[in-house]
């Protein structure tokens, strides 16, 4: 998959509460990821929820929520209307972020 094939800059996107650390190693993964998956070129654009109500403008389902052109990677897994830390269910069980692998694999299949 590259930029070309979404008709324009694939926009990535990582949204996080101040108060869960697991945005840290979400985006550390994400990063692996996208560079395993050839789109090294990409910018991760990380944002801060500060609120509730600024949870409810986006797909939100808790700290961190990966988007790739503003759609949640993980969406099967539910969207939150509080700001709260996020559980994704990984190889080794529960945990704060989704392994490089996992994260690699959802941007293939975002890609098709």
């Known amino acids: ?20 650390p697991n945005w840290v190693a979400a985006a550390r993964n994400l990063r692996k990821a996208l560079d395993a998956v050839g789109l090294s070129q990409l910018e991760i654009n990380y944002r801060m929820l500060g609120s509730g109500e600024e949870a409810d403008q986006v797909p939100f389902a808790g700290s ?4 790739l052109d503003g ?8 969207k ?14 529960p945990a704060g ?16």
Request: hydrophobic share 40%.
């Open 71 to 78: 759609a949640d990677l993980f969406s099967a897994e539910g």
């Open 97 to 112: 972020s989704p392994t490089t692998e996992q994260l690699a694999e959802a941007i293939a299949i975002h890609g098709r």
């Open 1 to 20: 998959m590259s930029a070309s094939e979404h008709d324009g800059v694939v926009k990535v996107e990582l949204l996080y509460i101040d108060d869960c």
């Open 64 to 67: 961190p929520t990966i988007l």
């Open 80 to 93: 939150s209307y509080m700001a709260a830390c996020r559980l994704y269910s990984t190889p080794s069980g």
